[in-house]
């Protein structure tokens, strides 16, 4: 709560105060003044009554001087009488008080009236004279001086009520201040409860103390709520490990650690998942009828020695020991995992089923290369051994014949071409004499081909694998391949080398390039190289743009080799 909430309440109290205070004064004024009035009438019909019967007798005997100033006389007496005039009975102004005479518009006005003198109201009045047979005598009397009295007793009223509201103001702000102090405590505190803190609010002995005591209840609510979610995103972070026992480890891991158990299992089909570090603490043989019992009732089962929550349809999750928090918020927090563990597990087996093909693909891969590879040693064998020698002979044999130039010229370039696919289907030279020699009889070779400057750079410090030299072969086999069919490049670059732990081969050329996203996954050729390579536990790289060239590179860790 903000202090302007207590100047707002403070505000609306003064206001009612004055408002009440206002129409009080208003209806009092109002009374007074219709009180005035009527005795103001009341006192002008007994002065006029009164006045009449002494000027009765002046009037009978003629004596107007005496009447004159007896009608002065009052007016002296009375300073509210403003004028008074006699008029006979025929209507005549016989005596008067007015200056200059009595208004022929005035004296036309008879009887009881309001009318305006001068600027002024005046309350006239009438009474006759011996019964009117004298005369008629009419007095005026002025309505400020009851305006005068009206509004004295109104300010004595309005400086009564502001004295009176000003002492009450202050000592109900300082009620206030103090009746609202927990309010403003309690709202500092729910901002502190939306940062994640669990501040106690106060709880006075009035209706503010029951909000206090909900609040209260309300932060603890909140606070194992917050606790619960915090715990669960944990718990769903971890639960992304697809490998069931690197699932086991962190979700058992941070459920007895957080929760205060002594150790856990998973158990998925009858088979037990342990933590491994919590193998020496759990029970034997007490995790298959608990975690049996969970899954077939549904819920989350509390037993004396732990507890287990079922993961539907093949598993449960079993934790051993006593939690060190209440049980109704543990089955509630352990109920809520049971959906994401089931997701997680389910996850877990098909990712392990995942491995299993690939696994199995990998070996049947790995034999159909190494078929091939023996294939083609075999097929390269033949070739160079039988057809090979049968173009020689035959080319001895053409030797001794006159006129048969034509004909050696064409078994010499039929015998050359058939050495080279020998070569292409397995270089003998691989087997017999190593990769970098293999490799720069290859790349001469293809230069003279092909006419593409090929720059070779061959620095290793340790033999490799005959497996790796293999696909270090045909993976730039197949990339210089690639360069003469579509690079359109005169030249390229070939690097064999040890860094960083690791063995690097580099294909580089100068040509048009392309999108690799666009042709790749139809191009059988990239596609063969990549395989090979992640066969032996390497990588593949290959970055190309149109017009900037291609470069490949693949790259394999020493470590996997040792």
């Known amino acids: 709560m903000r202090w302007g909430l207590v100047h707002q309440l403070f505000a609306t109290l003064l206001l009612s105060a004055l408002v009440t205070g206002g129409v009080l004064i208003l209806g009092g004024a109002t009374f007074l003044w219709a009180e005035g009035e009527k005795a103001l009438w009341q006192r002008a019909r007994g002065a006029a009554q009164d006045l009449a019967a002494l000027l009765a007798d002046d009037l009978l005997l003629g004596d107007r001087f005496s009447a004159w100033e007896r009608l002065r006389a009052a007016q002296a007496r009375d300073p509210d009488l403003a004028y008074a005039y006699v008029l006979d009975p025929e209507g005549w102004v016989l005596v008067h008080t007015l200056e200059g005479g009595v208004p022929e518009a005035l004296r036309a006005l008879g009887g009881e009236r309001t009318l305006s003198l001068e600027g002024q109201t005046v309350y006239q009045t009438e009474a006759e004279i011996f019964g009117g047979q004298i005369g008629r005598l009419r007095l005026g009397f002025y309505q400020a001086p009851l305006w005068a009295e009206v509004g004295q007793v109104a300010r004595t009223g309005l400086f009564g009520l502001l004295w009176a509201v000003g002492l009450g103001g202050g000592l109900g702000y300082f009620l206030l201040l103090r009746h609202l102090e927990p309010l403003r405590a309690m709202t500092e505190r729910v901002a502190r409860v939306g940062q994640g803190e669990a501040p106690v609010f106060p709880e006075p002995k009035n209706e503010l103390g029951l ?27 971890e639960a992304h490990a697809l490998r069931l026992e690197e699932l086991a480890e962190r979700v058992l891991s941070l459920l007895t650690r957080e ?31 608990l975690a049996e019992e969970a899954l ?112 050696k010229e064409l078994v010499r370039r039929t015998l050359a071409e058939v050495r080279r696919l020998a070569w292409d289907l397995r270089p003998s030279v691989l087997d017999h004499l190593g990769l970098k020699a293999a490799l720069e009889r290859y790349v001469r070779e293809f230069s003279e081909r092909t006419g593409i400057r090929v720059d070779l750079s061959f620095h290793l410090l340790h033999p490799l694998p005959r497996e790796w030299e293999t696909v270090i072969y045909r993976v730039v086999q197949e990339a210089l391949t690639n360069v003469a069919r579509h690079a359109e490049s005169p030249w390229a670059a070939v690097g064999v080398l040890e860094a960083e732990g690791e063995v690097r081969v580099f294909v580089e ?29 390497g990588r593949f790289l290959l970055e190309s743009a149109p017009g ?15």
Request: net charge neutral; glycine share 12%; aromatic share 4%.
């Open 211 to 237: 909000l206090g005591r909900a609040l209260n209840e309300m932060g603890q609510a909140v606070a194992q709520q917050r606790r619960q979610l915090l715990l669960l995103n944990r718990l769903l972070a």
């Open 259 to 289: 929760l205060g158990f002594l150790c856990g299992d998973l158990w998925v089909e009858g088979r037990v998942v342990h933590c491994r570090a919590c193998q020496r603490l759990c029970p034997l043989g007490a995790v298959g009828p």
């Open 296 to 407: 077939r009732r549904g819920q989350v089962v509390v037993a004396p020695g732990g507890v287990a929550v079922p993961v539907p349809p093949r598993g449960a999750l079993v934790l051993h020991g006593a939690p060190q928090v209440e049980e109704a918020w543990l089955r509630e927090f352990l109920g809520a995992l049971s959906l994401p563990l089931a997701s997680a597990l389910e996850n877990a087996r098909l990712y392990g089923l995942l491995e299993e093909k690939e696994r199995q693909r990998a070996r049947l891969m790995s034999a159909w290369l190494a078929a091939q590879e023996e294939e083609r040693g075999r097929l390269a064998r033949e070739l160079h051994d039988e057809i090979g020698q049968a173009l020689t002979g035959l080319l001895l044999g053409l030797e001794s014949l006159p006129g048969s130039e034509p004909l």
């Open 509 to 537: 050329d100068g040509g048009r390039g392309f999108v690799p996203e666009a042709v790749e996954a139809g191009r059988q050729g990239l596609l063969g190289m990549r395989e090979r390579v992640e066969l032996v536990g």
């Open 548 to 562: 900037r060239g291609t470069w490949i590179q693949i790259r394999l860790p020493l470590e996997v080799k040792a």
